[in-house]
């Protein structure tokens, strides 16, 4: 019985030891998959309609498309030509949104180097990081005034730096606030000398970034534009057509309802591909 106990013993050791020498692995941090409601939502903040929300976007372009195609069916009598207008007039609310949030991306891609040195000079006055973000509040660009202030009653009610961090992450929802969020939070908890020289790193690469970018949107500007008024020009003489409903009568049959729902087709690839081409990428929020 003792012999079985210490063989036990003697066993139980070794495996202890064999399992030591196996480091486990740190559990996979899997990025969160980025769904179509977080960015409808990010397009909503950048535009400026902070109050809509993704399901109100959603609700105003339903409450478009069935108001015009019931307008156009009823003015018409022709359903391809009322279905046709109204996948245009449902696409609208939604076009209306991205085209302000990639005018008011551009415009704070100018701004952001000015907050950044704001923030520098805070910092070089003595000022503790939190309160070097507040003060922008006060003194930094216009367009980011309101988040910054959210963001100094947060920390003043609170006191939690990275919790009010995350929530200024939110508020901006800017691939660029979202860089500059994540170089505070790492300045905040490693510690050291070199936040001022990541701050003046950090503003000469988004100016530099910012001043490239409008050259080259510049340039390519025009293309956009003539995709856009290639796309336009048929749909606008089939509107003036719908003034009299003898003159669409064609679209009426078979034969009709196959030309305009390829002609559409062909538009929309047509649209997509030279805008594809002639535009440039715009960031993406990889750190949010």
Same mark, same amino acid.
């Given at each position: 019985m003792t012999g079985f106990v210490v063989g036990l013993l003697l066993g139980c050791g070794l495996f202890c030891l064999w399992w030591s020498a196996w480091v486990p692995e740190p559990p996979s941090t899997r990025r969160r998959r980025v769904s179509l409601m977080d960015r409808l939502r990010d397009e909503l903040v950048q535009a400026g309609y902070q109050s809509v929300g993704p399901r109100s976007l959603v609700a105003a372009c339903l409450a478009a498309f069935v108001s015009v195609a019931l307008g156009v069916r009823a003015t018409t009598e022709v359903v391809p030509?009322?279905? &046709?207008?109204? $996948?245009?007039?449902?696409?609208?609310?939604? /076009?209306?949104?991205?085209?302000?949030?990639?005018?008011?991306?551009?415009?704070?891609? +100018?701004?952001?180097?000015?907050? *950044?040195?704001?923030?520098?000079?805070?910092?070089?006055? @003595? $000022?503790?990081?939190?309160?070097?973000?507040?003060?922008?509040? *006060?003194?930094?660009?216009?367009?980011?005034?309101?988040?910054?202030?959210?963001? /100094? +009653?947060?920390? !003043?009610?609170? @006191?939690?730096?990275?919790? &009010?961090?995350?929530?200024?992450?939110? =508020?901006?929802?800017?691939?660029?606030?979202?860089?500059?969020?994540?170089?505070? !939070?790492?300045?905040?908890?490693? %510690?050291?000398?070199?936040?001022? @020289?990541?701050?003046?790193?950090?503003?000469?690469?988004?100016? +530099?970034?910012? =001043?490239?970018?409008?050259?080259?949107?510049? !340039?390519? %500007?025009?293309? *956009?534009?003539?995709?856009?008024?290639?796309?336009?020009?048929?749909?606008?003489?089939?509107a003036m057509l719908c003034t009299r409903p003898e003159s669409i009568q064609a679209y009426a049959t078979a034969t009709g309802t196959v030309v305009l729902f390829v002609g559409a087709a062909v538009s929309a690839a047509a649209y997509r591909i030279m805008v594809f081409i002639g535009r440039l990428p715009e960031d993406e929020r990889v750190l949010r």
């Open positions: 030509v009322a279905l &046709c207008f109204a $996948l245009m007039a449902g696409y609208a609310p939604f /076009a209306l949104v991205r085209a302000r949030a990639r005018r008011r991306r551009s415009h704070l891609r +100018e701004l952001w180097p000015d907050a *950044v040195d704001n923030i520098t000079s805070g910092v070089r006055a @003595g $000022l503790a990081l939190p309160e070097a973000l507040s003060q922008l509040a *006060v003194r930094g660009p216009q367009e980011l005034r309101p988040a910054f202030q959210a963001f /100094a +009653e947060d920390y !003043r009610t609170s @006191g939690r730096f990275n919790d &009010c961090l995350d929530d200024l992450k939110d =508020r901006l929802s800017d691939p660029v606030g979202d860089r500059l969020v994540e170089s505070l !939070r790492i300045a905040r908890e490693v %510690g050291g000398s070199d936040l001022g @020289g990541l701050l003046r790193t950090l503003s000469t690469f988004l100016r +530099e970034d910012s =001043r490239t970018r409008s050259e080259l949107e510049t !340039r390519q %500007g025009w293309t *956009v534009n003539a995709a856009r008024l290639a796309v336009a020009a048929p749909w606008a003489v089939l």
